[in-house]
DNA sequence: ACAGTCGGTAAGTCTCTGCTTACTGTAAGC
DNA sequence: GCTTACAGTAAGCAGAGACTTACCGACTGT
């Protein structure tokens, strides 16, 4: 552990791509196994196992193996580590203009 | 605007790539002119140009021209945008699994 | 036991993008 | 006015990754 700003980055990485954010997006209304949620996308179903490995590898889900079946749900892990890095980001942001923003400070010296 | 989930998208996928965050979370600290900026990572100067301008489009950062430099700070509404969009997540990921986690739930039928 | 279904893995292709080296334009200093 | 620094743009290359088809293993039902 870096600093935990590691796993943030490997599911920001993760929900970059479109079809991975669709898959994501679409177990929120629950637990899905795989052949059910490549039936909603366009692409193949070994696309869709190879997305889903790659966001349980971001911890953003959870697999279970039922029989043949393998249900993926929500894992709060990967979205948990993403809401960290962005809380850190916002106090670094509003720090950096927040309400005593002055835009005389830009133009006024070039620092040092 | 197809929800606002769009301009998410963008925020997401522009802080997906090392080195635009490694630039971004530098700007926490405050404003700094493109010069500044490349001076502290491994890639060359251009790079550091296109990678602010994907950041810019994403609506992470600002620049304001100040003679020949341009200084860029953080917007944002980039920022926003992803937050929203992660709270939004937020309440889905709980409902999908909250405290009444039943893993009963998962082998007890083939739904339909 | 055999056929069918479910799903991960392998191997290969093709696009997308991050990086580099030019080059251009603009503002400032002497 | 000429030179020098700053920074965006162009063009081209090379690596990453998203997708496909083909294959294989595992469990289910009859």
């Known amino acids: 552990m870096t600093k935990g700003s590691d ?3 490997t599911a920001l990485a993760a929900l970059a791509d479109p079809t991975r954010r669709q898959l994501f997006e679409r177990l929120r209304s629950g637990p899905r196994a795989v052949g059910e949620l490549a039936r909603g996308v366009t692409v193949s ?3 869709v196992s190879q997305h889903l490995a790659v966001l349980k590898a ?5 697999d279970t193996a039922t029989g043949t079946r393998r249900v993926y749900e929500i894992d709060p892990k990967g979205l948990g580590a993403i809401r960290a ?3 850190d980001m916002w106090g670094g942001a509003l720090e950096s203009f927040g309400d005593e923003l002055e835009k005389e400070e830009l133009n006024k010296k070039d620092s040092e």
Do not use: C, I
Request: glycine content about 8%; aromatic content about 8%.
């Open 7 to 9: 796993s943030a980055a």
């Open 45 to 47: 179903r070994p696309a």
């Open 58 to 62: 971001a911890g953003l889900v959870r």
């Open 85 to 87: 890095w962005l809380d």
